[in-house]
């Protein structure tokens, strides 16, 4: 699809203020509700939004703890380790990476205990990891949820 200035002040629009309507987005850009919602109805049919969602903090909701991995495997393990990782709950994401190591994964938890925990038993044990390296967040300056266009 492509995607013309409207789609993308569309989108602008929506990634800084999900909850806005599509009658304000409208008079944002002179055009109606409807006209705004058969757009939006577009993008999501197209696969240009793939979903809607609330970014919640972390850190107000008990998880104190980020935590960045980097995870080397066995080829033929890959995939299976992979989808282990991220159906894990405090798997916040997974990506397969090229460059020194094979996945990158963020994990989010309560406490240094549960983060031991979580090493220990529920990576360490997986069979096909080749070596794990974990990186402590101190502090966030900034976090990106969405795709600028």
């Not at 999900?18 to 058969?38: P, T």
């Not at 960045?68 to 066995?74: A, G, K, L, R, T």
Request: overall charge negative.
């Amino acid at each position: 699809m492509k995607l013309d200035e409207i789609d993308k002040k569309i989108l602008e629009l929506l990634s800084e203020h999900g909850r806005m309507s599509y009658v304000d987005i409208g008079k944002e850009l002179n055009l109606s509700r409807v006209a705004i919602r058969e757009r939006v109805n577009q993008l999501w049919d197209n696969g240009v939004i793939e979903k809607f969602s609330v970014v919640i903090n972390s850190e107000r909701v008990g998880k104190n703890v980020s935590a960045f991995f980097e995870v080397d495997c066995e080829p033929a393990s890959l995939v299976r380790v992979a989808e282990t990782l991220a159906n894990n709950p405090v798997v916040a994401s997974c990506y397969q990476m090229t460059g020194p190591s094979t996945l990158h994964m963020h994990v989010l938890v309560e406490d240094f205990a549960r983060l031991e925990q979580f090493i220990n038993e529920e990576l360490y044990s997986l069979n096909g990891i080749t070596r794990v390296e974990s990186h402590i967040l101190l502090r966030r300056f900034k976090s990106r949820t969405g795709l600028k266009l």
